[in-house]
């Protein structure tokens, strides 16, 4: 994790040079360079390595979906959304920028992410658009305060809003790595459940932890009226959910070699067990 997030901070870094006109720029490298567990590009260095790929191969894809996912965050922050002030234990965007620029910073961040890939990557723009990330958000607004959320209308907001983007930083890593079909198949689903597995996991910790652990603001969901999985199945029975997903994960890597998938499996164990 350390290794592939130090190599990945240095790629984002060179990525947006501090360049005219100097406030956006800044506000972009602001948010995107602020730390952050880089789950996204870890993964898809991985995959592709799994796979018996390079990972230089894959590191523009990665850095990409680092971008799009901290526009993600950027937005989902703002007053008319989230309306939070933490973010990554830093004040939120639009509270050291202003709302404006917060919004162009994500919206910047998520050109650049495509400039960057170029071609080469097709699969990541269903992953942001109205078919995934934004389909997520906009149905996990609609959901506040709605007693009749179900568990699949949870699963179906954080397919959308949250594993869809891991999933396509796994594929495609796998995909430039030179992956076979079927090879590309398992990986989708073990980023599938991983992802889903972030969420609850997320909803966990956002009762069990204080700000200051979490690095955000703590108990937001609850104020809000969301729906989460402790809510819909309480505090033990989301655990056991998570306990199932990270089994499911990990049987999707039986096959690949044992060794180049250690990381995917520590991966999927790690995010059961994080504690921020």
Known sequence: MLTKAALVNAALDQSIPLARPLKIHEAMRYSLLAGGKR??????????????????????????????HTMSLIHDDLPCMDDDDLRRGLPTSHKKYGEDTAILAGDAL???????????????GSAVGSAGLVAGQIVDIASEGDVDVTLEDLEYIHIHKTARLLEAAVVCGAILG????????????????????????????????SSEELGKTAGKDLASDKATYPKLLGLDG???????????????L???????????????????????
């Not at 044992?258 to 921020?276: D, E, G, M, S, W």
């Open 39 to 68: 789950v996204r590009p870890v993964l898809c260095l991985a995959a592709c390595e799994m796979v018996g790929g390079d990972q230089s191969l894959a590191l523009p894809m990665a850095c990409a979906t680092e971008m799009v």
């Open 110 to 124: 998520l050109s650049l992410s495509f400039e960057h890939v170029a071609a080469r990557t097709p699969k990541l």
């Open 178 to 209: 030179g992956a076979d079909d079927e090879s590309v198949e398992k990986v989708r689903r073990y980023a599938l459940r991983v992802g889903l597995l972030f969420q609850v996991v997320d909803d966990i910790l956002d009762v069990t932890r």
């Open 238 to 252: 989301a655990r056991r959910f998570a306990g199932e997903l990270v089994g499911q994960a990990c049987e999707e």
């Open 254 to 276: 039986a096959g690949f070699d044992p060794v180049k998938a250690a990381p995917l499996y520590h991966f999927a164990n790690y995010i059961a067990t994080r504690q921020n």
